[in-house]
């Protein structure tokens, strides 16, 4: 390599290596995906809530469980005075995992579950039904309170990702409300502020989304316990107030302790199975990708290696040996057999083959059909190959002639090789 192509080579490695440091350094965007999950500090995962769990459950083990609820809960069939958590924007449950939440809370253990709405079997077991859609905007500002009286009616502000919602229908004779979402004035220029201040068909818009808010001039339910056996369930649906967003904003700590302290005084087992920041890693691969450090090592040295293989083997590499053709035994092999039927005195045998061959021939080259070898197949056959219609004919009756004796003569035989070669040769 010459003195120019190193300092070339220099120059990019140097500028690769400063892009480089500049990714390692630049911090990463910040996420706002709904994560609830134990280990993630972003907004809105539930680090902090879980790293807290331990003082507002004093002298109570406090641990995660990674499993669905039916793996976990088939061995606590004897547990009793525990707490099981859920918390993520939605949950799925089927009817046999419902089956076994059932039978958990019956024993005198609560599980707590806190979610944007309520649907499928859970639903249907608890007899709980939520507004679905909040038809104003997506992002919504919620107030919140708790009705218990210990709680001096105090009541909490949410903005940023929370949502409007509400239960729409619940069983009476089991289902106590212990919490409610609250209107925040929406009549009273919220919606115009909100709007902005237009004439003509703003103001239509403005009228339409006043009269659709009159469902929110009243308290609506938002967190209810359903007595099961000796326990409960309770069910929440705000769960962006255990985030690290609002945990961390002053006073909002305070609800979520409010909220919890209907819970057991026992152990707690806090689902981080059913999120939706759950990482799921297949393969190291996928692990060392999903980092930025690691990606960034990972893709340095692949680089890294290719190019010491493309110098390496320019440098050093290896002489080609010289590999000899293989034989073509392909007329060595022909004269044996021909020397066999030679000496067996098959004439009629060879005879056959010869023209089997040829017709073959005509069949993969030209195109054409031998089962009937007529005056039409000969003008065809003749236009075809270019060979005249005398010579055409004349090879095509010597085959239907030969095709037609039982026993032939070396003559015949010399006769049909010389006919088929002059016809290939024009």
Do not use: C
Not at 24 to 38: A, G
Not at 56 to 70: G, I, Q, R
């Amino acid at each position: 390599m010459d003195k120019k192509s190193k300092i070339y080579l220099y120059i990019f490695f140097g500028l690769v290596a400063l892009l480089f440091i500049a990714e390692l350094l630049t911090p990463p965007p910040l996420s706002w995906e709904e994560s609830y999950t134990s280990g993630d500090k972003i907004p809105f995962g539930a680090y902090v809530l879980y790293d807290q769990l331990d003082e507002l459950f004093e002298d109570n083990k406090v641990s995660t469980v990674k499993v669905d609820p039916v793996s976990f809960l088939k061995n606590k069939d004897e547990e009793e005075n525990a707490n099981y958590i859920f918390i993520n924007n939605y949950l799925g449950f089927d009817q046999t995992e419902v089956d076994y939440l059932m039978k958990f809370a019956e024993r005198g253990n609560k599980v707590f579950v806190s979610t944007r709405s309520i649907t499928g079997a859970l639903g249907d077991s608890l007899k709980l039904e939520s507004n679905r859609f909040y038809q104003y905007y997506e992002q919504d500002t919620v107030r919140v309170r708790l009705n218990n009286p210990q709680f001096q009616n105090r009541s909490y502000i949410y903005k940023r990702g929370s949502a409007y919602r509400h239960f729409v229908n619940y069983d009476t004779t089991r289902t106590t409300v212990l919490g409610e979402v609250l209107p925040f004035e929406p009549v009273k220029g919220y919606l115009k502020k909100f709007l902005g201040e237009k004439k003509d068909s703003t103001n239509s818009l403005i009228e339409s989304a006043i009269e659709k808010s009159k469902s929110r001039q009243v308290p609506q339910a938002n967190f209810v316990e359903v007595k099961v056996g000796d326990g409960a369930i309770y069910y929440h649906l705000n769960p962006i107030a255990f985030t690290n967003y609002y945990m961390l904003e002053e006073g909002k700590e305070q609800y979520v302790a409010e909220v919890l302290s209907y819970l057991n005084d026992g152990p707690v087992y806090f689902d981080d199975y059913g999120k939706s920041g759950r990482r799921v890693v297949a393969s190291p691969l996928r692990f060392i990708l999903s980092n930025t450090a690691l990606k960034w090592a990972w893709y340095l040295t692949l680089f890294t290696v290719f190019i010491y293989f493309l110098f390496k083997s320019k440098r050093e590499q290896r002489a080609v040996p010289v590999i000899k053709p293989l034989e073509n035994s392909t007329v060595e092999f022909t004269k044996t057999i021909g020397n066999l039927y030679f000496q067996s005195g098959d004439v009629t045998g060879i005879i056959n083959k010869k023209i089997n061959f040829f017709l073959e021939k005509l069949r993969s080259k030209y195109f054409v059909h031998t089962e009937k070898m007529d005056e039409v197949f000969i003008k065809r056959l003749s236009v075809k190959t270019g060979v005249s219609e005398k010579q055409t004919k004349d090879i095509i009756d010597y085959i239907n002639h030969l095709r037609a004796k039982p026993v032939h003569s070396d003559y015949e035989l010399k006769q049909l090789n010389k006919k088929i070669q002059d016809f290939f040769k024009d």
